[in-house]
Structure formats: C-alpha cells, structure tokens
C-alpha cells in the first residue's frame, strides 16, 4: 500500500522553484567542503514525532490526519512500518531512530511487548534490506509507563530498576539485529521532584551501576554502539541530572565513562538549560564527546520543550560550523527530533516540515563552509589572543611564569590598553554569510 500517493521522491529543484514539495537548498550530492552534503549531514528520521504524535496538547484534542490505523494496535503498527519507510525513501534520509514503545505497542506485559519488538522489528529489518536505510539510534522508553514515575536507572525501587534494564537489554538487542550504529540514553525521570526525600548521590550511583551493565552487556553479545547521554535541564522531571553538556560530562568523567560515552545534544534542550545550541555542541567538542545532534528549535516566547522543526539559519550555520571544526558528526547525525505544529495537521505537512529543516540545515552548511574556508572566527580569535603569541603571554602558555614573576612584570607596566571587540560589526559581517 501506498500512503501518500500523491507524493514522488523529493527532487533539489534549487532556490528559485516554486514547488512546495522540493528542495531548494539540500542537493544531497553536492561537494562541500570535499564531501557531499548527505555525507556530512547524515539526515535521520524520527519514529516518534513522524508516526505517534497525534497534535494533541494538554488543552486540546488529537488533530492529525494520519491514514494508517488499523483494527488492531499490532495492525497499526505493522503499517506505520510501510509508512514511515515511505516517508524516508521519499525524502531520501538515509537514517532513522526510534524509542521501543514508538514502534510497537506494550500490550499487557513486559513478556508480550517484547514479542511485539520481535515481530515488528523482523518488518523493519525487511524493510531496511530493501532501501538500504539505517538505524542511527534506538533507545528504550523509560519515563512514559506508570512504574518510571519515580525514574528508571535513579528509581527508588528495585524492581523498576530490573524492569528498566530488561528493556535496555532488549534495546541493545534490537540494536545489534538492526545493525544500530549508536544507543541513546535519554533519561527523561532522571531527576528529582524535590531533594526533601532523595539521595542524590545514591541515585546517581545507581545510574552509573546501569551504564556500566549496559557497557558490560554489549561487550558480552558483541555489539557495541556508540553510547549516547542526552542532556536536558527538566521537563518531565523538576531538575534532572543531565541538566546540560557541561553537567553530563561531569558525570561521565566522575564516574570513568568517558571511552564510553558522548553526548547526543538537542537544539530545544540546551534553550530549555539557558543556553545556545552552539554553546552545547561547542561543550562536547571541547571534551571530545560529541555524538549526535537532534534538530529541532524552540520558541523562546514559551518555556517548554515544543520541538519545532529547525528552520532559523543563524542557529545552524554556527551549529554546523562546530561541527565542521569537529571533523564531522560520523557515527552520528543529524536527526529529525521534531514534531509539526499542531495547525499543520495534513498528511502532506509530514514532507513539508521536514523539507524545510532539511533546507535549514543545508543552508547552514553552506554558511558554515563558508566561513571556514575565508577563517572568519579563525582570524578574529587569533587577533583577539594574539598577546599570548610571544612575550609575557608566550611564557605564561608555555608554563615558565608563575604568581611571583607575574607580580614582578605586572608592577613594570602601565595599565593596560584593550582592544575593543566590535562585537556589532562582527555580527553584522557574520550576516553576510547567512544570506
């Protein structure tokens, strides 16, 4: 079956096309900065936002029209599979990613969720044969059931704690099957609502006992995934512990995780933490650790996690020229965490929606090749620090001065002349490159 018959294979039709259902920006072939575009963008769908939401918010009703439920949870299922992978072919990702419970129903036990993984994952191992579309991450869902009200790996229970490491056990599973070239762990109840009846450091030792039997695991079956911890400050929890990049690598460093673990970063994560998405990724990058990027935007009007597809160039241009400075994303990628706005509710929306981020990103890549190539922030850093270049600045670099010659050389001189920064006039020329 066909679920959007009216839809063909999305062409790059470039800038001045009047085709809503065409790229303008993204040529997935086109050479820059010597690889092509799909090459460093690595585009991944998301299962979750792409087939289970429904446009519902806490003050309204379902509104998406979707095309492929069936009689039977498993029914329905069963076609989301052929849709979704419709949906990529046709927009010509070449990745996806998904949490358990996206794919398959629970049905009324942990035993009978896991038969349906089964089956629904002998579908999309079939259909990844077909396309040639990978897996770029899965993840299990460990804050949606009533029993993670209290968290997961952080539970105060231990029987939760069991029920959270069978589904990463079955997690990593799917992942080797499907050939899944990362894991996330997202740990949306990883937190705490008040500290009036929480030990803080118990909990995080018990998160720390669970990454290292996920370690240990996949060791064991021979599979191992890049491991990805995805930092978000709140939201469903009231503090979590992940809060930021920063935190996150805290804690992977505390507790010896760091040939493990890198960081999955999401753009409405780090707005939501008080911070850029440039900001996080230039984080991870310091640390070595960057993973994966989930591309969204949110609104700086609301204080929630709304998970708008990404379409401010100014964000992914400097998002992208992290990357570039990284070397590139591989195994990561650039994955599609993003849901339509509950107005945009037509099955076309799911194409349209996706277009423009895929455009965005493309365009902040350009931007951002741009900019290497002609060393724009290369130059006005090297200018801007240049005083550490030789002399007294060269000395301290080279860990030849301590406090007391420092004194010394400091009572010689007379105060100091600063450069300004022009900061406005940066900008300003920075916006040339947008355009």
Known sequence: ?????????????GPKTKNPIAFRHYNPEEIIAGKSMKEHLRFSIAYWH?????????????????????ETPMETAKNRVEAFFEICEKLGAEYFCFHDVDIAPEGDSLAEFFENLDEITDLIKEKMDQTGIKLLWNTANMFSNPRYVNGAASTNHANVYAFAAAQVKKGLDLSKKLGGENYVFWGGREGYETLLNTDMGFEQDNIARFFKMAIAYGEKIGHKPQFLLEPKPKEPSKHQYDFDAATAMAFIQKYNLTGDFKLN??????????????HEIAVARTYGALGSLDANQGDVLLGWDTDEFPTNIYDTTLAMYEVLDNGGIAPGGINFDAKVRRSSFAMEDLFLAHIAGMDTFARGLKAAAKLKEDKFFEDLKAERYSSFKSGIGAEIVAGKE????????????????????????????LNDYLI
């Open 402 to 429: 301590d406090l007391e010659s420092l004194t010394n050389y400091a009572l010689n001189q007379s105060e100091v002349d600063m450069p300004s920064s022009h900061i406005e006039y940066i900008k300003s020329v």
């Open 265 to 278: 970063l999401e753009a409405n994560h780090a707005t939501l933490a008080g911070h850029t998405f440039e």
């Open 1 to 13: 079956m066909t679920y959007f018959e009216k839809i063909e294979k999305i062409k790059y039709e």
């Open 50 to 70: 792409t087939m289970t939401q429904d446009g519902s918010d806490p003050f309204g009703n379902p509104v998406n029209q979707r095309n492929w439920f069936g």
